[in-house]
């Protein structure tokens, strides 16, 4: 029997889904003929109102345990929930919150597709009004992350498969499958030489590589390099000369912004600096200190006794 | 010849303790140099490619690893630590010592081993080179530790927090310098020979 699939859109922009769609090999073509029982998307299905509704009821009571939940974007907790509506249950509004914990509790695995329903993403950056959460913080059952913004085809497209196939895939600490977000951009870059040379592109759009322009690719773990955009295997980031912004870390984008920049800006109360401009400020503090103590001691005519003392005497016997 | 030896004055500091200074000192200033380089690739750092950055950085790293986990240890077997940790006498004596550091007086405050600045200083170099290399390693093999990065918020928080220790090291080493050429210099010649 082919599990049953419930594919949830949260507060989103729909990436994951439209990229997911662009699948080659194995497509989405033998996606929803051969692998999976897929019941329901929120941006494809043709179901409207109370049929899709009735989606989700008889999945609760007739597949309970069975069926694959995937998440597509953050879930909204404030003024309860009501920015995110998955539509009208009952004549009352379905809070995205609501669906995502009842369908979660019921559901056999839970898949959070794209950064956003994997670590917060740019869904829940500052301020983040809406007190948007991933979805394995609404959820108290372990949740297989899926992230990129938006995500690879194949990258959701395998972990399916391996859910379907052999199980779970052994997943990191992120709880990422290890097939995908085993290793960094970094190592796998084709440009790794020109780095390890220090050949580095100075702007945007040159063939070498993009360390210098705040390049992610060291602190980010995907298989980007030799997967390739879309379903294809065409290009990516790096490839097209611009430097990866790190979109698959959970840090995502609050926490590695700017993109060409090499460390994320220091913010201190009222203040924000980049990290090369900190460095500079506390080196010039430090300099400041040293020289106001050195003048201090040359005015005062300490260091000139401290001197005249020298080195002192030679080692006295007992 | 041996017996002379035997019958010179403790020294200030020990064969062991100055193996190790000059252990960790070159490794230092090998790691921050080259960790300056990791940070922005320019000549002036002495490094003509990353792949020579790196590879002073993976030794220097491991150098003072275990040149700072056995000055630890010795300081535990000797119980050396004593020498330097600061205690009650230390935060009492603080406005004294600061009292004459800042020129508001000309006496001269005399203390055992080490003044409370030095003890702060070397206690604060102790725990942020612990803190660093903690990091260091935690950005070495990010797949291996990677509970460490999620504690420190994941890797460009790591990275950043990784810079911004190297910043503190940078300041409490050139005070340490400062100091060491302007006060004493028998105390300097110590370092070197064992005795003042």
């Not at chain 1, 979805?135 to 372990?142: E, I, R, S, T, Y």
């Not at chain 2, 030896?5 to 490794?27: C, D, E, M, N, Q």
């Not at chain 2, 006498?89 to 001269?108: A, S």
């Amino acid at each position: 029997m082919k599990p049953p699939v419930i594919w949830l859109g949260t507060n989103t922009c729909a990436g994951d889904s439209l990229s997911f769609l662009n699948a080659y090999d194995p497509g989405y073509q033998f996606f929803i003929n051969e692998l999976v029982d897929f019941r329901y998307n929120y941006l494809i299905g043709a179901a409207e109102g109370n049929t899709s509704i009735q989606i989700f009821e008889s999945a609760l009571t007739e597949l309970s345990g069975q069926y694959i939940l995937i998440v597509e974007g953050t879930i909204p907790t404030l003024f309860a929930g009501m920015c995110s509506i998955i539509g009208y249950r009952n004549g009352q509004p379905w809070t995205a919150l609501q669906a995502v914990k009842e369908l979660g509790a019921k559901a056999r695995y839970v898949i959070a597709a794209g950064t956003c329903a994997a670590f917060g993403g740019p869904y829940s950056s500052d301020p983040n009004p809406t007190r948007s959460l991933p979805v394995h913080k609404v959820l108290d059952k372990p949740v297989i992350n899926v992230p990129g913004c938006p995500i690879n085809p194949e990258w959701m497209m395998g972990t399916l498969m391996h859910l379907v196939r052999y199980g779970e895939p052994e997943l990191d600490d992120y709880n990422r499958p290890k097939l995908f977000y085993g290793e960094t951009i970094h190592n796998l870059c084709q440009r790794r030489q020109y780095f390890d040379d220090s050949i580095f592109a100075k702007k945007p759009g040159e063939p070498w590589c993009m360390y210098k322009l705040g390049c992610k690719g060291p602190t980010t773990y995907a298989d980007c390099p030799y997967r390739q955009w879309n379903g294809e295997h065409l290009s990516w980031p790096v490839k097209a000369n611009t430097p990866c912004i790190g979109c698959t870390s959970p840090e995502f984008p609050d926490g590695d912004m700017p993109f060409f920049s090499h460390l994320p800006d220091v913010k201190l109360p009222g203040i924000r600096l980049s990290a090369n401009r900190f460095g500079m400020l506390t080196a010039a503090a430090t300099a400041l200190g040293i020289g106001a103590h050195l003048a201090g001691s040359i005015v005062n005519g300490r260091l000139f006794k401290t001197w005249q003392k020298g080195f002192g005497t030679k080692p006295k016997r007992k | 010849m041996l017996t002379s030896f035997r019958k010179l004055k403790k020294p200030r500091h020990s064969g062991v303790i100055r193996l190790l200074h000059w252990s960790y000192t070159p490794a230092m200033f090998a790691s921050l140099f080259s960790g300056l380089y990791i940070n922005k690739p320019r000549r002036f750092l002495g490094f003509r490619s990353m792949n020579s950055a790196r590879k002073t950085h993976f030794i220097s790293q491991f150098v003072l690893l275990f040149s700072f986990l056995a000055r630890v240890i010795y300081g535990l077997q000797n119980k050396n630590y004593r020498e330097i940790l600061p205690n009650r006498k230390t935060w009492k004596n603080l406005p004294k010592f600061l009292k004459y550091e800042l020129f508001l007086t000309h006496k001269n405050p005399k203390f055992p081993k080490y003044n409370p600045g030095q003890k702060i200083l070397f206690s604060g170099l102790a725990v942020f080179t612990l803190l660093q290399v903690i990091t260091g390693l935690g950005l070495y093999a990010s797949s291996s530790w990677q509970k460490l990065t999620k504690l420190a918020g994941g890797l460009n928080p790591l990275r950043q927090l990784h810079y911004l220790l190297a910043l503190v090291l940078s300041t409490l080493v050139s005070g340490h310098l400062y100091f060491v050429f302007t006060h004493e210099p028998k105390k300097l010649k110590s370092i070197f020979t064992g005795y003042e």
